[in-house]
T-cell receptor, first 116, second 113 residues
Framework: AQKVTQAQTEISVVEKEDVTLDCVYE???????LFWYKQPPSGELVFLIR??????QNEISGRYSWNFQKSTSSFNFTITASQVVDSAVYFC?????????????FGTGTKLQVIP | KAGVTQTPRYLIKTRGQQVTLSCSPI?????VSWYQQTPGQGLQFLFE???????NKGNFPGRFSGRQFSNSRSEMNVSTLELGDSALYLC????????????FGPGTRLTVT
């Protein structure tokens, strides 16, 4: 069975601080995809990044960066110089193929509050 | 380019009734996926439709069903509503499927009393 753990339920930081959101996953499959989504107070999920299990290259997109480490089954997300607009719930998700179907597992989310 | 739209945005139903939710994807997107979000169970995948065929299915009872029309619009139906079906139902569209970058709608907030 697959599992995604986001141990940090809530994080508060002061604006301009850096913050890292942790995501640890479990799966026996060798082929899988990892995602991060942002859910602002409006409720609409926003896709941030997708990474497949064969691509361990870290990625940077503006103030956002992702660190994928298969050795520790982690896919952590860092926001540099946080801003109030970053306040949201962030979800990590794992998707893999199982018996011809895709199985999608979400973490419980980390609520980030950026204080001005 | 218009985003993903979901109707209605809010709905109140009584236990035992049935409900139909609608999702219009971004023009050109052939994949529509549905998700349920509740405080207790979190985000859960319901199913995905691609070119009018159900391609993937989550672990939900048969009371939850869906369909997709030739214009890629999708509907989700829940029959014999239970209190536990109260949730935010999100749909997402993409070009190729749920492994692709997905664009989400604002959701339909369903309350079952």
């Amino acid at each position: 069975a697959q599992k995604v753990t986001q141990a940090q339920t809530e994080i508060s930081v002061v604006e301009k601080e850096d913050v890292t959101l942790d995501c640890v996953y479990e799966t026996r499959d060798t082929t899988y995809y990892l995602f991060w989504y942002k859910q602002p107070p409006s409720g609409e999920l926003v896709f941030l990044i997708r990474r497949n299990s064969f691509d361990e290259q870290n990625e940077i997109s503006g103030r956002y960066s992702w660190n994928f480490q298969k050795s520790t089954s982690s896919f952590n997300f860092t926001i540099t110089a946080s801003q109030v607009v970053d306040s949201a719930v962030y979800f990590c998700a794992l998707t893999l193929n199982s018996g011809g179907y895709q199985k999608v597992t979400f973490g419980t989310g980390t609520k980030l509050q950026v204080i001005p | 380019k218009a985003g993903v739209t979901q109707t209605p945005r809010y709905l109140i139903k009584t236990r035992g009734q049935q409900v139909t939710l609608s999702c219009s994807p971004i023009s050109g997107h052939r994949s529509v996926s549905w998700y349920q979000q509740t405080p207790g169970q979190g985000l859960q995948f319901l199913f995905e439709y691609f070119s009018e065929t159900q391609r993937n299915k989550g672990n939900f009872p048969g009371r939850f069903s869906g369909r997709q029309f030739s214009n890629s619009r999708s509907e989700m139906n829940v029959s014999t509503l239970e209190l536990g079906d109260s949730a935010l139902y999100l749909c997402a569209s993409s070009l190729q499927g749920s492994l692709d970058e997905q664009y989400f709608g604002p959701g339909t907030r369903l309350t079952v009393t």
